[in-house]
């Protein structure tokens, strides 16, 4: 599987899982709205509180994966992206990925100190279809 085909089908997709590691070590998995900005198979961004939970886990520890599926009729495909997630909250990241419709969120708009963006740089990869198997690097 070429990653031009894998990223190809991760923008298809209406729900991306993403999963942070709490203090005791354990994974913890968020189902999210899918990336508001893709950049090939390198990076996403994702809008989220500043004042959640796992904001706090990936401030602590950066390490992540994020995961994508379809589930068809009879086939299922799945991608997993191993990397690490930034927390930014820089305005000329906020401005980027903001949305009209996010104030139903974010009651302050796009300087509200509740609203953040989630970064995930990957690293490397994992696709599955039809009981088959692949890791990947990103390159």
Not at 94 to 109: H, L
């Amino acid at each position: 599987m070429d990653n031009s085909k894998i990223s190809k089908f991760i923008r298809k997709q209406k729900v991306a899982f993403i999963c942070s590691v709490d203090k005791e070590g354990f994974p913890n998995v968020k189902a999210m709205l899918k990336p508001r900005k893709i950049e090939g198979l390198h990076q996403f961004y994702f809008s989220t509180n500043t004042s959640s939970m796992r904001v706090k886990q990936y401030m602590n520890n950066p390490n992540a994966c994020i995961y994508f599926y379809h589930k068809g009729l009879i086939k299922y495909t799945g991608v997993m992206l191993k990397g690490k997630m930034a927390v930014l909250t820089d305005q000329e990241t906020k401005n980027m990925i903001w949305r009209k419709g996010d104030t139903i969120f974010y009651k302050g708009g796009v300087t509200d100190s509740d609203y953040c963006v989630l970064r995930f740089k990957a690293e490397s990869g994992r696709y599955y279809c039809d009981l088959k198997t692949e890791s990947f690097t990103i390159e």
